[in-house]
Structures are given as C-alpha cells and as structure tokens.
C-alpha cells in the first residue's frame, strides 16, 4: 500500500512564503510523475507543479513564484511557495504515479490534502 503524506501548510500573510513537502511510503519500485494540485472552494482541482525526469511544469498563475523540487531517492517532493496572493488560498494535494513492480502498470495516488489560507 502505497501512502503520500503532506505536510507544511498554514497560514501566510500575503508575500509570505511556505513550503510544502510530500513524501511516498511503501513498497515502491519507481516514481514517474510527481506533483502538487490545489483545489479551492467551489472550484476544479487543477495543477499547480509536476516535476518528471528532471523536467518541472508551472502553471501560469504560479510561474515564478512556486518551485517544485524533488529527491527522488527519498521519494519525496516539496514546493517552495514565495509571494503568496489570498488567490493561492486551496487544499493542495500531493500526487504521484507509482510503479509497484518491474514492468509493473503505473498507479495514480493522492496525498490527503493539506490547507494553505493566505490572508492578512
């Protein structure tokens, strides 16, 4: 079983900072993907940050700001979060795509939210 624990959110003062880490536990043979998803109330979960192969993905509205960086020893990805806007205010979300075996499928997994509120 397969488990992607959050943690680092809070509460930022607008232009603050934070800093998200999510690491994978388990019997895991290989991480692909990873990344971070928000969702805010009464909206989509949509993407934040993924980071594959060395390969890191923005979106628009975090270009910048956010910094999604990943130890692929540890299984772990954090997300450096800097000049915080009340828009950043969501539940952000860990997720990975997992490979449990050698030839293995890949398993999309979630982390269970962690609360960011951005608020003076």
């Known amino acids: 079983q397969v488990q992607l624990v959050e943690s680092g959110g809070g509460l930022a003062q607008p232009g603050g900072s934070l800093r998200l880490s999510c690491a994978a536990s388990?019997?895991?043979?290989?991480?692909?993907?990873m990344g971070w998803y928000r969702q805010a109330p009464g909206k989509q979960r949509e993407l934040v940050a993924d980071?594959?192969?060395?390969?890191?993905n923005y979106a628009d509205s975090v270009k910048d700001r956010f910094t999604i960086s990943r130890d692929n020893a540890k299984n772990t990805v954090d997300l450096q979060m800097n000049s915080l806007q009340p828009e950043d205010t969501a539940v952000y979300y860990c997720?990975?795509?997992?490979?449990?075996?050698?030839?293995?499928?890949?398993?999309?997994?979630w982390g269970q939210g962690t609360q960011v509120t951005v608020s003076a």
């Open positions: 997720n990975a795509d997992v490979v449990l075996t050698n030839r293995g499928p890949v398993y999309d997994r």
């Open positions: 388990g019997i895991i043979f290989s991480i692909r993907t």
């Open positions: 980071i594959s192969g060395g390969s890191a």
